[in-house]
């Protein structure tokens, strides 16, 4: 366990630096470590929430936030989120969308990203909402907020800046966690919950504080490329091994 905390620790300390919660690395630790895997996605996206909280009030403040782009995404997504945390769906099954999941993650983190300030939006832009509710189903069924899903979808039609994409990512994050797990808690009851608690207590408190460490020191003594390519080499190592083991 006290391998797991500081991993858990480390993992929100990065994420909190580039707008992203965490919630594919945090399913990755949590399948390794061997938990149940219905705990799996109501963890996830409890930490999601802690650590992209935050980062949606920072971009928020700071102005960067593109709310009407970034609300028309959340509000399509949310209810589908909803959904599939609600889903019922077998510990196989489970595992094998997790791996799949991951291993999609890892390729999107792969994929460079522009620093440039200026978005000339292609053609396809216009349709990235239509991509809201199936990457928000598949959100909540398997405990990820979904950010690391849009972003690179929004960077490869050139949706808008990196700034405004990584606040619309948080804010996506957020709200896709909290249906999502309102969807997983109406579907396993108020036991799991009490047992997502005891188990998960001490990772929820790591994520706290790595949030919040993260958030302040913006975690600069790595570059976010660098942050970027050690998750992609994780999710994927994971996803590869729940695939081939599924």
């Given amino acids: 366990m006290h391998l797991l905390v500081a991993a858990f620790f480390f993992t929100a300390l990065l994420y909190a630096s580039v707008g992203f919660g965490g919630g594919s690395t945090y399913s990755a ?19 999601n929430i802690i650590v992209v909280a935050g980062s949606t009030v920072r971009f928020g403040r700071a102005g960067i936030t593109p709310w009407r782009g970034a609300l028309t995404l959340t509000v399509l997504a949310a209810p589908a989120a909803f ?15 997790l791996g799949f999941s991951l ?50 979808l929004l960077h490869l039609t050139r949706w808008n800046s990196a700034r ?52 302040l020191l913006a975690v600069k003594f790595l570059p976010q490329r660098v942050i970027r390519w050690l998750t992609a080499a994780l999710v994927i190592a994971v996803g590869v091994r729940l695939l081939w083991s599924g």
């Fill in 29 to 47: 630790l949590l399948a390794i470590s061997g938990a149940d895997y219905r705990l799996i996605p109501i963890l996830s996206l409890a930490c």
């Fill in 83 to 97: 959904l599939g945390g609600l889903t019922p769906i077998a510990r196989e099954d489970f595992m094998l969308l």
């Fill in 103 to 152: 291993l999609l993650t890892g390729l999107g983190l792969l994929i460079p990203v522009k620093e440039s300030e200026e978005a000339r939006p292609t053609r396809l832009a216009r349709f990235v909402p239509f991509a809201a509710v199936p990457l928000g189903y598949l959100a909540g069924l398997v405990g990820i907020g979904g950010g690391i899903f849009l972003a690179p």
């Fill in 164 to 215: 405004a994409i990584a606040a619309t990512a948080s804010l996506f994050i957020l709200i896709n966690s909290l249906f999502g797990i309102a969807g997983q808690l109406l579907k396993n009851g108020p036991d799991l919950l009490g047992a997502a608690v005891t188990f998960g207590l001490p990772l929820l408190v790591a994520v706290v504080v790595g949030g919040q460490i993260g958030g």
